[in-house]
């Protein structure tokens, strides 16, 4: 007896090929991987997707001050004005978010979402929102949010079943996970089988 994979000689009552460590029972058939791909295929309409406003925003992580450049041996370093005082600078903007839970909760500022959200080493957030979720859907560190120009933006933490943005205005985008998208009031956010809406 040979081995189909390998072409060995085996004993007769072998189980299994000692060159290859196959089955005697396997075949080139079954060793072949399938293919990851999915088999189909979509054609996007490039020119209506273009024209859709996706929402998505894009801002810095170290946020939009400009770096300070370093002084010159030599030179002295130009004046910075003072911050202005705290009472001077704008309040930041308050949503309220009604999870499918019952629970109502305000925030500002960032803050992530979760079944026991947990901040990266060296993150700061301002608020840390834990969703009670018997059915484990959402996860742990599911979604962060916070806030551009008055609006509120949402950015998936790579979820296990990822986000989905229902705007009042517009048909459901999924989150592409680590891209911030913009959130109005009205609009429902939904975390596998939870979701919240943005007041």
């Known amino acids: 007896m040979r081995c189909r994979i390998c072409n060995a000689e085996l004993p007769a009552e072998a189980m299994f090929c000692g060159e290859c460590g196959s089955s005697t029972s396997a075949t080139p058939e079954t060793r072949r991987r399938a293919d990851p791909r999915p088999g189909d295929t979509t054609?996007?309409?490039?020119?209506?997707?273009?024209?859709?406003?996706?929402?998505v925003i894009s801002v810095p992580v170290d946020g939009f001050a400009a770096p300070v450049p370093l002084p010159e041996a030599g030179v002295a370093s130009p004046a910075v004005p003072p911050?202005?005082?705290?009472?001077?600078?704008?309040?930041?903007?308050?949503?309220?978010?009604?999870?499918s839970t019952g629970e109502t909760l305000t925030v500002f500022g960032t803050g992530l979402i979760g079944r026991r959200p947990l901040p990266q080493p060296g993150e700061e957030f301002d608020h840390l929102v834990q969703i009670a979720d018997r059915t484990l859907s959402v996860s742990k560190t599911h979604l962060e949010f916070g806030e551009h120009d008055g609006v509120l933006w949402v950015a998936d933490r790579f979820s296990g079943n990822g986000t989905v943005v229902r705007r009042p205005d517009d048909g459901a985008l999924r989150c592409e996970p680590g891209r911030r998208y913009l959130v109005p009031r009205g609009s429902r956010v939904e975390l596998a089988e939870q979701s919240f809406v943005v007041v």
Do not use: I, K
């Open 43 to 55: 054609v996007v309409d490039r020119l209506r997707s273009s024209q859709r406003n996706s929402g």
């Open 83 to 99: 911050a202005p005082p705290a009472e001077d600078q704008p309040a930041s903007p308050r949503f309220t978010l009604r999870f």
